[in-house]
Every structure is written in structure tokens, then in C-alpha cells.
């Protein structure tokens, strides 16, 4: 391996070896747009001195390189080091060659001041620039046609103009028809939204891509070129933002109508929360998107909206909490609006609007208008009355005296239930009248029916209440209430005695 050597000695005694850079790379080198190159170099001691080695590198502007390592050791234990240099091109250079300086500097270990100090120059030229070698030339790589006086790039220019405003019309006047006239004959809708949705934008994005690389013809300088083509990029990206909203905000159309239509609780909650959420998504990746275009270093950025994103979460959990929790009761929908809740309290709800943060529910029995945070309502055991149907089982309970008869007792009680209009005797749901238990002062029983309707289930039970008092006069049945005898005792009695 050949070595060449670049060495400006600084303090140092004269005959002394002095450390060598190997020739193991070429210093010019072609690379893509885009893409990335690497040079290596491996840095010998050369001598029995200890050397702290600084590289730094010079000349290359805006395009983002890296050194690795940029600092190390020469010493007995590693006489040798191999430095690469990368250089990335970026999407969008301003220059076809940039050429850059790598400084070595060696200090040795025991003093204070370089040692020596190399440098090597690099080249990197770019290869596959737009619009590179295009210059008067139409679509196809086809040399300008046209007579004098527009056999030149202006001609070129106002050539392709007119092929890519062909191309935009049959587009637009052919083929997106065409596509609708088959996506016509699918079983779903989406496929027909799509289309009709990027029947237009297509149209600009062709305009805009004729119009771009029609410019190029005119031999454009590549400092120019690099302006044009981020301003090219960031128009197709706001395209494709319209677009992207368009399609989703058509998809939840979709799936409102076969959910009910703009009046069920998808079209009337769900629906707007999405579209807010789907706006924030779009145009926050758009945003991310913008700036990579613009050759902007996103990476702190998002490692601040990374720590700015837990602060908040962690000072709104409480609000994320019953976000969240509302988006499940949308998404599983154990209930909707109208049904009737009966809540771990006791108390009896008829569901009237079901948010995003809180559930308002109106109070049957108390005439109050309950809110409740999502969160709160989704921890909790709730009996949903209005599934699987309407029927409801319901309860009475009644004592009579101890003594009375019991199977009189139990045909009276089946008698009062009969012929009730609301009460339900079919197979499957027969009465059930039950001997429960022997009480301090009663015997007990339990009337068990069903109501067609839970919401008679208060008036039914009252009124099986009455009758069962009315029979039970009239078949002198005593009801008992719980006595209690008290004795006083006489203490002054007791004394005399």
C-alpha cells in the first residue's frame, strides 16, 4: 500500500518519525441525489510516542457529514485507527460538487500543543440532478422538433406545456370516467368516493409535473432548481393533504349512513370528534413533512413535543381518562341514548346524550339531570333494562300471620295476578308465588312476574299491592306488623316484699 504524506511538523526534534495518513480511498468521488458517500482513511503512529488525534472537517456547507471517530488515542495499545468520513447529499442541493478539507491534528500526550497537523482534500460530485442534460428536449428524451425561431429551449418549454396539458385533459375527460364507470359495478361506495375524489386534484398534480419538469427544458441552473423543486414538493403535499382529509371525511360519511344516518350517535358525537382528530393528524404530519421538504432538523422538535406530550398527559389524566372511556362507550355502545340504566347507586337513568368527556343521564324517579364522567360510568356495574328487550321481573313480597293457611294464602296471591294486562303468563315467564321464609312475626312470601315494559314496573307492583291487601280482608288474612312487648319492672315492689 502506497503512503503519502501531508504533514506540517510544529515543535518537535528534527530526524523524529512523525505519524502517516495510508492512501486507502480515492479523494473524489460521484454520488446520487439523495444518497450518501464514505471515505476512509487509516491514521498509522509510525513512531514510539503516544498521540491524541482531533479530525475536523471543512468546506462542505449544508450538505450534513459525519466523522467517525473525530477524537481518539495512538498509543502501544493501538498503533493504528481507521477515520471515515460521510457526506450526505441532500434531496435538493444547491451545488453539483462541493469540495472539503480533513484536518488532522496530533498533540502528543505530554504536552500542550499540536504536534503535527495533515489535511486531505475531498471531492463529492452529484450525479442524477433534475433536469440535468434535459435541455432542449420534449417527453420521451426527444430532441426539440420545432422550426425556427422555437427550435430552442423556449420552444422546448412551450412544447411540453402543451403535451402535459394533453396528458391533464384525457385524464381528467377519459380515464377517471372510465374508472367510475367500473367502480360503478363494485358492491361498495368507497371505491366510487375515491375516484370522484381524485378526479381534480389528479388533474393539478399532472399540470403541476408537466409545468415543473417543462421548466428544466429551459437549461435551468441547479441552485435555481433546488427552490423550484421543494416549492413543487410542498404543493404536492398540500394536495395530498386535501386529499387525505377528503377521503376520510367521506369514509365517515359512509359508515354514518349504515350506522343510522346523521341522526344516530355516530353521525351526532362520534362523527365530529373524529374529523377534529383526523384535521390535528393530517396537518401535524403534513407540518413534519413541510419542514423535511425546507431541509429543516426535525429531531428536536419531536423530542420536544415527546416531553411537552407527557407533561400534559400527566396534568390532564383525569381528562384523558373519560376521553378515552367516552370513545369506548361509542365504539362497544352497551347503551344509547334513550335507554334506561339501573346504576351501582340504586338509581333508575334513562340515557340522554352519550360525549366525549361525560354521559348526561336524566333521574326517573327523582326528575334530576345526572352528568356523568365517562370514566366514572365505565368502572361501574350498570343493568342496561332496555336489552335484550323490555320485559322486566318484579318483585312483591307480603307476610301474613303465623297460623294462617298456607296453601289458601298462595291461591289468593296467584288469584290477584291473574288477568293483570301487564303482567306476562306465557311459557317461559310464569308467576312465581314462593313460601320464603319463617319471619319474626310473619310468614313470608314472594310474588315473582313479568311486565311487558320496565317502565310499568313501579304502577304494576302497586297495584298487586292493593289487591293482595283487599283479598286478604276479605278472606280475613291478617297482614302483622311487628309487635313488641315491653315489661316495666317495680323496683320499690320488689324492696317491699
Not at 263 to 272: I, N
Not at 435 to 442: I, M, N, P, Q, R
Amino acid at each position: 500500500m502506497g503512503l503519502l504524506l501531508f504533514s506540517l511538523t510544529l515543535p518537535g526534534t528534527l530526524g523524529e518519525a512523525s505519524p502517516v495518513i495510508g492512501e486507502d480511498d480515492e479523494y473524489s468521488k460521484t454520488v446520487e441525489v439523495g444518497e450518501s458517500v464514505s471515505f476512509n482513511w487509516t491514521i498509522y503512529r509510525n513512531s514510539s510516542r503516544s498521540y491524541a488525534v482531533n479530525v475536523k472537517l471543512d468546506g462542505f456547507g449544508d450538505w450534513s457529514e459525519k466523522i467517525q471517530p473525530n477524537f481518539f488515542i495512538l498509543d502501544d495499545q493501538q498503533k493504528h485507527s481507521i477515520v471515515t468520513l460521510t457526506v450526505q447529499v441532500p434531496s435538493f442541493p444547491e451545488d453539483k460538487e462541493k469540495e472539503g478539507t480533513l484536518t488532522f491534528t496530533f498533540r502528543q500526550l505530554n504536552e500542550s500543543t499540536p504536534s503535527y497537523v495533515m489535511e486531505k482534500d475531498v471531492s463529492v460530485e452529484v450525479t442524477g440532478v433534475p433536469g440535468a442534460g434535459e435541455e432542449n428536449t420534449i417527453v420521451g428524451g426527444f430532441r426539440n422538433p420545432l422550426p425556427a425561431p422555437l427550435n430552442g429551449p423556449e420552444g422546448a418549454f412551450l412544447l411540453n406545456l402543451f403535451i402535459w396539458f394533453g396528458i391533464g385533459l384525457v385524464s381528467f375527460l377519459v380515464v377517471t370516467p372510465f374508472l367510475h364507470g367500473l367502480t360503478k359495478k363494485t358492491e361498495t361506495d368507497l371505491d366510487d368516493i375515491f375516484v370522484k375524489l381524485i378526479r381534480r386534484p389528479l388533474l393539478v398534480l399532472i399540470f403541476l409535473y408537466g409545468f415543473i419538469h417543462s421548466l428544466f427544458k429551459l437549461g435551468i441552473q441547479i441552485q435555481i432548481q433546488a427552490g423550484i423543486y421543494k416549492i413543487y414538493y410542498l404543493l404536492i403535499l398540500g394536495v395530498g393533504i386535501y386529499v387525505s382529509y377528503r377521503l376520510f371525511d367521506a369514509v365517515l360519511d359512509e359508515i354514518s349512513i349504515k350506522r343510522g344516518g346523521e341522526t344516530s350517535t355516530f353521525a351526532a358525537v362520534l362523527k365530529p370528534v373524529l374529523e377534529k382528530i383526523s384535521v390535528i393528524v393530517i396537518l401535524l404530519g403534513g407540518a413534519i413533512i413541510a419542514l423535511r421538504i425546507l431541509g429543516i432538523e426535525i429531531t428536536p422538535l419531536l423530542a420536544g413535543a415527546g416531553v411537552m406530550g407527557l407533561v400534559i398527559a400527566f396534568a390532564a389524566q383525569d381528562t384523558l381518562s373519560n376521553f378515552f372511556s367516552g370513545m369506548h362507550l361509542l365504539l362497544d355502545r352497551p347503551f344509547i341514548p334513550g335507554d334506561v340504566l339501573l346504576l351501582e347507586s340504586g338509581e333508575y337513568c334513562r340515557v340522554k346524550e352519550v360525549g366525549i368527556r361525560s354521559t348526561r343521564l336524566y333521574n326517573i324517579r327523582e326528575h334530576e339531570m345526572v352528568i356523568l364522567p365517562n370514566n366514572n360510568l365505565a368502572n361501574q356495574k350498570i343493568m342496561n333494562l332496555a336489552e335484550p328487550d323490555k320485559k322486566m321481573r318484579v318483585a312483591v313480597e307480603v307476610g301474613v300471620a303465623y297460623g294462617s293457611d298456607i296453601e289458601k294464602v298462595k291461591e289468593i296471591l296467584h288469584e290477584v295476578i291473574q288477568d293483570h294486562d301487564d303482567i306476562i303468563d306465557e311459557e317461559g315467564f310464569e308467576p312465581f308465588i314462593g313460601f320464603t321464609e319463617f319471619g319474626d312475626s310473619a310468614l313470608n312470601f314472594k310474588l315473582r312476574f313479568w311486565v311487558d315494559d320496565y317502565m310499568k314496573q313501579w304502577a304494576v307492583a302497586s297495584t298487586i299491592r292493593e289487591r293482595i291487601n283487599r283479598e286478604f280482608k276479605e278472606a280475613e288474612v291478617t297482614i302483622p306488623f311487628p309487635q313488641r312487648t315491653v315489661w316495666m319492672k317495680d323496683e320499690k315492689d320488689d324492696t317491699s316484699s
